[in-house]
């Protein structure tokens, strides 16, 4: 007992001087998370599955690397009030999964609630911050999920930064995800105390809709992805905006499925999948590892997309990039497909934040389709082109 106490005060020494980990998630994270497919039902046999399935199809190699095990992992505290994982579903314990996950070369995060339950009602992390920190560390946890569940008049800023200090007293670096959905706008205080946050309430695998739980709403692609105007400000290398995992595999069409991972990439948006990746169709896979689409996402610039303008149900949305290139994502968020000519000559697309623009008219720049992996020429002539309904067209422009 004696040394636990030691230990712990050794810790609260250390966070008056307590920072978050700097060089973590200088692009979005890329990986996987348990909840949106299984919710609370994981074991260790599931996650080992998935680590195998990350690198046998792929994945591993497109860039992800996280195996985030979400609520319901839990056991009881023991007798000093350190947290064991469920016996049942975890007998070999997170340490000995966090060895199987490296040794793939992939990293293993977990979960907790600035609460005294989960969302799950497992036992969360108030009360118990510095003792969950040490033992994430002990364990070789890389990556922190943080809920926000009976939370009970926490102020948010002080409950995540006694989890940030918490973290850093421990010593292992770990990439620390604020999960409070928003609520206490995360983006004005958080980018020295988390390194992305949650911007909007739970994601529903649906393009377009709201589901009402009574209490909150879960809500569709469509309207994550409205709820972001105006944040593009707050993101960049080490401190992302989260619009919430990935619905990528999950029941929605093909080209919903693509166009909802196109806005992600267009937002840089952490790209955390939420499928089972033990069983992807050829188009889930495809989707999920384009390589010239994800490099959208990753571009070490880290500034987000910003729409330019909109006309016939289609909004046209520019991403300034770290070589001086552009993507420019079309979007049909209408009921009919919409064909559309884009004279280059005529338009431009100017970023306040970036202090970029494309002066298309003295600037020429070569086009390539980025789902179909044509060149479509340069923008010296007009773009003719049709978007399907719920569907994008996503081009990168690259000065000639």
Not at 21 to 43: I, R
Not at 61 to 71: C, E, K, M, R, V
Not at 197 to 212: A, E, G, L, P, Q
Request: proline share 4%; hydrophobic share 40%; charged share 20%.
């Amino acid at each position: 007992m004696k040394r636990i106490l030691l230990i712990l005060t050794c810790a609260a020494g250390l966070s008056a001087h307590g920072q978050k980990f700097d060089q973590l998630a200088l692009t979005p994270p890329m990986g996987w998370n348990s909840w949106n497919k299984f919710a609370c039902d994981v074991n260790e046999q599931l996650i080992r599955e998935t680590a195998d399935a990350m690198v046998a199809t792929g994945m591993k190699d497109a860039g992800y690397q996280y195996i985030n095990i979400d609520d319901c992992w839990h056991g009881q505290r023991d007798a000093q009030g350190f947290i064991q994982p469920d016996p049942t579903r975890f007998p070999s314990g997170i340490k000995a999964l966090a060895d199987y996950v490296h040794a793939k070369g992939l990293k293993l995060g977990i979960y907790s609630d600035a609460g005294a339950k989960t969302c799950g009602g497992r036992p969360g992390s108030r009360g118990h911050e510095y003792q969950d920190a040490l033992t994430y560390a002990q364990w070789g946890i890389d990556y922190l999920k943080y809920d926000w569940c009976d939370h009970e008049g926490l102020k948010a800023e002080g409950a995540y930064t006694t989890m940030r200090d918490a973290l850093f007293a421990a010593g292992r670096p770990i990439v620390f995800s604020l999960c409070e959905w928003g609520d206490n706008q995360p983006w004005n205080w958080a980018t020295n105390i988390g390194h992305l946050w949650r911007t909007t309430s739970d994601i529903y695998n649906c393009f377009d809709c709201k589901v009402n739980h009574g209490a909150w709403f879960q809500l569709g692609v469509l309207q994550i992805f409205d709820k972001q105007e105006g944040l593009r400000k707050f993101a960049g290398p080490g401190h992302w905006n989260d619009p919430d995992m990935l619905e990528v595999g999950n029941g929605m069409m093909p080209n919903e499925d693509r166009a909802h991972f196109s806005l992600w990439c267009m937002l840089a948006a952490p790209l955390i999948s939420g499928n089972d990746l033990r069983n992807m169709s050829k188009e889930t896979l495809h989707i999920l590892t384009d390589k010239e689409v994800i490099a959208l996402d990753q571009d070490p610039l880290g500034v987000e997309a910003f729409k330019c303008f909109a006309k016939d149900g289609l909004e046209f949305w520019f991403k300034p990039l770290s070589d001086g290139a552009w993507a420019m994502c079309v979007l049909n968020r209408g009921a009919t497909p919409q064909k559309f000519t884009f004279d280059w000559n005529s338009e431009k697309a100017a970023d306040d934040l970036s202090g970029r623009e494309t002066k298309f008219d003295t600037t020429p720049y070569s086009i390539r389709n980025l789902w179909t992996k044509q060149d479509l020429g340069t923008t010296q002539s007009a773009l003719t082109a049709e978007v399907p309904v719920f569907d994008v067209l996503v081009l990168r422009l690259t000065k000639l």
